[in-house]
């Protein structure tokens, strides 16, 4: 179809984010047996946590899948050594240097995508070598760029600053919005938080609900001089806000995140003290659906709108 | 062509946002004689100003134009006044109650559009019966909404909770960007900066240099605690930024801003100590041209891109 469906061998250009606490191998290979691309999200990961998610993804399909890999991550060696020992051909990398791994991980065959915020991050990421490049959006979920660009601007920006495919993230949950993203210059999209909500993903039944319920402005990015994240406004992200406006140190604020605040929400299901970190999208997701069925509808979509188009139908 | 077009009797389903202090008469009626809608900004404007403009504005046209009123202006009835007298027949209102002014105004067969940038907001706006709605996503500068919805998510949640025609704008300054909006649910779009950076926008040389020098980084949204604004990242942004970090109050920010701030940068051309309103998009801005041909370019490529989907050219 394009150079996004001959660079993964997958039959519809999208790709499901790899979030902590959500994407394991029971979504990752529903995904990819849909079509799409699944990635094991191994940012909430041990090492052993996911070569076992690995081994049970490649039992449940045999087609292409990946995993996302934050190269900050403290286990992020060990991880590359499992990927390459289980022999996964693709990772999308993110929150760090596109130059450490690049050329290492693609003399082992891999396929290295890097996800960015921003235009000279696209650029160092093509001048690292990397297959493709992801830009995302401030409306996407979790960690966020400090430059807070905006898909409608950052599709752009980055399509006219670099050569090599690139794969849009942020704000997408529908077809309208992958034939928006495509029109704007991305020949692919990665979706994330309708994703999240899916029967399929691990996160606790109490997060899905609250993505599900959530409107138009149930999220906002907050934490912005640690590293800014986007979450939905619980009483823990109001506690964080209060805090960064009167003045709290980066120690305070570190000392009120605290350990494992995104495992206690969107793997326990503590809605309120937990960090429930998604997408503004989510005030588009009202129902809880199997992810195959994800696909077929935002494909259906897409295809729809483009025969509206030639059809001149607005 | 469509339910804009025909509402303000235009060719094109573009309309140029009323800027303060950028968008006098020679700016509206340009955009006006191109076939888009061209709108005075009456928000930095005395009403013996905003009437003056209208005059020499209907000498320069004979195409429809009409007025933006940011509502919480403390001139907002004596302009209103003054639009009745000179019988203009389309305003614009923002920052405001969209139930203040517009069954008065449509008694007096004036069409009335208001700015939102929630579906709180635009909900509210159905009822009031304003006859469009512009949906204002967070990559859009000046005044900015608190809940920081961007356009990818703004538009089609609108959308899909009103059924009046809808206007997009916020991160559009080409062709693909206005498809783009179409296709998630805009039938018309509203464009500042570009306008902004124009021939004929009264702005301030120097301020003009800065949107064209801009990059994708460039603006960011500060002020929050007081109004919400996006402003190019300045000395006086810097300082802003700085004060509500450290805990600064509301009364020392807006002691901070001072008066007369947007005046000294945009129109007086103080890039440091002024106040620089300008949208993200800024970054895709890189030459100053005449309005009428800004408006070519768009359409051109707004035509182009519809063919490519037509003959699946992706």
Not at 200 to 224: C, M, P, Q
Not at 258 to 284: C, P, W
Request: proline letters at 3%.
């Amino acid at each position: 179809m394009n150079k996004i469906t001959n660079l993964f061998k997958i039959k519809y250009p999208i790709i499901q984010g790899g979030m902590i606490w959500c994407s394991g191998w029971e979504l990752a290979s529903a995904v990819s047996n849909a079509g799409a691309l699944g990635l094991i999200g191994s940012g909430s990961m041990t090492p052993e946590i996911l070569q076992e998610h690995i081994k049970k993804c490649k039992a449940a399909t045999d087609k292409p899948f990946g995993i996302n890999l934050p190269l900050i991550y403290p286990f992020a060696e060990d991880h590359i050594n499992i990927i390459l020992k289980e022999k996964v051909k693709i990772i999308f990398t993110s929150a760090g240097n596109p130059k450490k791994y690049t050329s290492y991980l693609k003399q082992h065959g891999i396929t290295v995508v890097h996800v960015v915020a921003n235009v000279k991050f696209a650029k160092k990421c093509e001048e690292a070598g990397v297959d493709a490049v992801v830009a995302e959006g401030f409306e996407a979920g979790g960690h966020n760029g400090i430059e807070e660009t905006t898909s409608m601007v950052l599709i752009p920006t980055v399509w006219k600053a670099i050569s090599i495919p690139l794969i849009a993230a942020g704000g997408i949950a529908s077809g309208k919005a992958m034939l928006a993203a495509m029109i704007l210059g991305a020949e692919g999209v990665q979706i994330g938080s309708v994703f999240a909500a899916s029967k399929e993903s691990s996160g606790h039944e109490n997060f899905k609900k609250e993505i599900i319920n959530a409107g138009d402005d149930a999220t906002k990015v907050t934490l912005k001089q640690i590293i800014p994240v986007r979450l939905i406004k619980n009483k823990f992200f109001n506690e964080v806000q209060d805090a960064e406006y009167t003045g709290a140190s980066i120690e305070e604020l570190k000392k009120l995140l605290g350990h494992a605040r995104a495992k206690k929400g969107m793997f326990n299901g503590d809605i309120d003290e937990g960090e429930l970190e998604i997408g503004q999208v989510s005030g588009m997701i009202n129902k809880l659906k199997p992810a195959g069925e994800i696909i077929k509808e935002i494909m259906g979509e897409f295809v729809d709108e483009k025969m509206k188009i030639a059809n001149n139908d607005f």
